[in-house]
């Protein structure tokens, strides 16, 4: 009888699936800790984050994300306000070639509820996607109030707000969010770069910040 070979699918390791805050939390604990990149905007990193966290906001982590899949070696652990950004960021090192990346489930939110030891309060802001509500929210009232108490054609502003939050759903983008962040409430003492988060990241993960 003619021997036959069995070949076998390799199966998923997970490696991609969400980390559970207590999942990290006995990382954080061991000798085993993976690389945290928070990709919120500095702020909010200062705001709270989970300690020994490397800020790289999430339009930073998009240009410069070839770079960064060169260089970028074992666990990395993406963390956000609630996991939307995380799940952005992941796309992007994904398309670069990254396969080691997962998401904290629930984001710091989650983290600070169920393993508050892991985390750190600084001076407080508003997360960005909170102050994104606040002013859309306010210049559609003030769209639909003109339009009743001065002229109909301020209710176009309305409309216009409704229009670009269709836009920033659809491409996955939000340029109000970006203009926020150049406000003065949202500025920190000095904005992170690639290469200052290459040189603050532990040698042993063998990286080194790119010349020229």
């Known amino acids: 009888m003619a021997n036959t070979t069995t070949t076998t699918t390799p199966t998923t390791t997970g490696a991609a699936l969400p980390m559970s805050p207590t ?8 000798q085993d800790t993976p690389l945290l990149v928070d990709v919120r905007t500095p702020a909010e990193h200062e705001s709270l984050r989970v300690p020994g966290s490397h800020n790289v906001p999430l339009d930073l982590l998009q240009k410069n994300k070839e770079t960064l899949a060169e260089q970028f070696t074992g666990e990395i652990v993406l963390i956000c306000q609630t996991g939307n950004r995380a799940n952005q ?3 992007h090192l994904r398309a670069a ?8 489930e629930g984001g710091v939110v989650a983290m600070e509820a169920q393993h ?3 985390t750190h309060r ?3 802001r508003w997360a960005m996607d909170r102050q994104v509500r606040m002013v859309a929210g306010s210049l559609v009232l003030t769209g639909f109030l003109g339009s009743k108490l001065i002229s109909p054609k301020v209710g176009y502003l309305a409309g216009a707000i409704g229009a670009g939050l269709t836009f920033s759903a659809l491409t996955d983008s939000c340029a109000m969010a970006a203009a926020l962040n150049k406000m003065p409430w949202n ?3 000095a904005d992170p770069t690639v290469e200052k988060l290459l040189a603050e990241i532990p040698r042993s993960t063998q990286i080194q910040a790119p010349r020229g």
């Not at 070639?97 to 904290?104: E, F, I, K, S, Y």
């Open 89 to 91: 960021a992941l796309q």
């Open 122 to 124: 600084g001076q407080q």
């Open 23 to 30: 999942e990290l939390a006995e990382k954080l604990r061991s």
């Open 116 to 118: 508050s030891q892991h």
């Open 187 to 189: 500025k920190v003492e």
């Open 97 to 104: 070639g990254v396969d080691t990346a997962r998401v904290l």
